[in-house]
């Protein structure tokens, strides 16, 4: 596509339930990353994804994150039992590869609010 | 440890210079990044400088690296109302590649 895309873009869901969020990368990318950008503060890291295999998943808070790019395109997170300290923005973003110089583009995100 | 920090709130005059201030705590970064955050919108790369330069221009933007006191700057000439946003600096850190994001910086932007 013509850039990142992340469905829903909106969802409200109740405390404990569990929650699927889809990020499309713009074609032929084959970094993925996925951020949280709470209120008022700058996105934070994480996960990464070079390919199908999780690189680099040491942003995740806990195991009730988890994250999948099963054929190295789309990626889906994944939260369990969701708390309301979970809302937040969730970002993905791709790029081409993975040197400096590569441009990192952001999806619009998906804005998640637990009640 | 990784930390970076910036002033939260600029308000700056239309036709102005706007300097947009960013300090960061790891001697390994190799790329530091300058992005943009309007409204509702995703994150917007602007401009980004190697760890070894110390200025780099891109039309209206000046980026200028102090290295030893681990100081960024974001300088944008003849700031517009449609550069009101949200800045973000973010530092990318050797052998790594994930982006650790500031705090961000309010910049509005008045006639």
């Known amino acids: 596509g013509a850039g990142v895309s992340q469905t829903p873009s909106n969802k409200v869901t109740e405390k404990g339930k569990y929650v699927e969020l889809r990020c499309d990368p713009i074609?032929?990318?084959?970094?993925l990353y996925w951020y949280r950008q709470s209120l008022g503060q700058g996105p934070e890291f994480l996960i990464y994804?070079?390919?199908?295999?999780?690189?680099?998943d040491s942003g995740l808070p806990n195991d009730r994150f988890f994250a999948v790019r099963p054929e190295g395109s789309v990626s889906t997170l994944k939260i369990q039992r969701t708390e309301r300290g979970d809302s937040a923005v969730y970002l993905c973003a791709s790029s081409s590869g993975t040197g400096a110089g590569n441009t990192i583009y952001f999806g619009e995100g998906s804005w998640l609010t637990v009640v | 440890g990784e930390d970076v920090e910036q002033s939260l709130f600029l308000s700056v005059r239309e036709g102005d210079s706007s300097v947009i201030n960013c300090t960061y705590t790891?001697?390994?970064?190799?790329?530091l990044y300058w992005y943009k955050q309007e409204p509702g919108a995703g994150l917007q790369l602007l401009t980004y400088i190697f760890s070894n330069m110390d200025m780099k221009q891109d039309q209206r933007l000046t980026v200028l690296l102090n290295k030893k006191d681990k100081h960024l700057s974001l300088r944008i000439a003849d700031t517009q109302t449609g550069d009101s946003a949200i800045y973000f600096c973010a530092e990318k850190l050797q052998n790594t590649d994930k982006l650790i994001f500031g705090t961000g910086t309010r910049l509005q932007v008045f006639p």
């Open positions: 994804f070079q390919g199908t295999g999780a690189a680099d």
């Open positions: 790891d001697s390994s970064s190799t790329y």
């Open positions: 074609s032929g990318h084959t970094a």
